[in-house]
């Protein structure tokens, strides 16, 4: 069974903070990699995926992916308070059966 | 298009009783998915549709947890008999065949006395 780790357990950084969140998986076979997230009282919501080695940008937010150790990440350049949200990781080895991380609490202060 | 949707939003129940949560998943997707959200646990997966078979039941809640896919459209979850320990948000959310990501209802808050 997949496992899968998020750290910091939660996060305060300042408005315009860079900030880093990291996810580990346990089967080197995964092939789909996310970031959700949920805004207080709402439904987790896709951010961003990747599915091959490397980095992503879409706008303020970066996702890096390293099979090999079995690692990625997403850094939000110049944090917003409308960041503040719950992020959960997801991985799957491509079936569709996506496992989740416990997820970051991330309170962005102005 | 209309995304997943969830009804009740919330839910209060006496210790004991029967009730049943219902789900629609996003027209066209093949894969429905049932979890439960705690701050203590996490997503926790309760139960896996895929074109309304049966994929996956979570195993530590097969004793009063049952989930159904009537039709394509339409899922079903009835927790029976209902005990404190279920107070959480239950989510479903589907998503199309050969593509993961998944797309969330907004959920039943509930609530057992």
């Known amino acids: 069974q997949q496992k899968v780790q998020q750290s910091p357990e939660s996060l305060i950084v300042p408005e315009g903070a860079m900030t880093s969140l990291n996810c580990t998986f346990s089967d080197s076979a995964s092939q789909y990699f996310a970031w959700y997230r949920q805004h207080s009282g709402k439904a987790p919501k896709a951010l961003m995926s990747?599915?091959?080695?490397g980095e992503k940008e879409e706008g303020r937010f970066t996702i890096h992916l390293n099979k090999a150790s079995l690692h990625f990440s997403l850094h939000i350049r110049d944090s917003q308070p409308s960041d503040s949200a719950l992020y959960l990781c997801a991985v799957s080895i491509g079936n569709n059966r996506i496992f989740f991380g416990d997820g970051t609490q991330l309170v962005v202060k102005p | 298009d209309a995304g997943v949707t969830q009804t009740p939003r919330h839910e209060v129940a006496e210790k004991g009783q029967t009730i049943i949560l219902k789900c629609e998943p996003v027209s066209g997707h093949n894969d429905l998915f049932w979890y439960r959200q705690t701050k203590i646990q996490g997503l926790e997966l309760l139960s896996y549709f895929r074109s309304k078979s049966l994929m996956e039941d979570g195993g530590a809640f097969k004793d009063r947890f049952k989930a159904e896919m009537l039709n394509s459209s339409f899922s079903t979850l009835k927790i029976q008999p209902t005990e404190p320990k279920d107070s959480a948000v239950y989510l479903c959310?589907?998503?199309?065949?050969?593509?993961?990501?998944?797309?969330f209802g907004p959920g039943t808050r509930l609530l057992v006395l």
């Open positions: 959310a589907s998503s199309l065949l050969g593509e993961d990501t998944q797309y």
């Open positions: 990747i599915f091959s080695n």
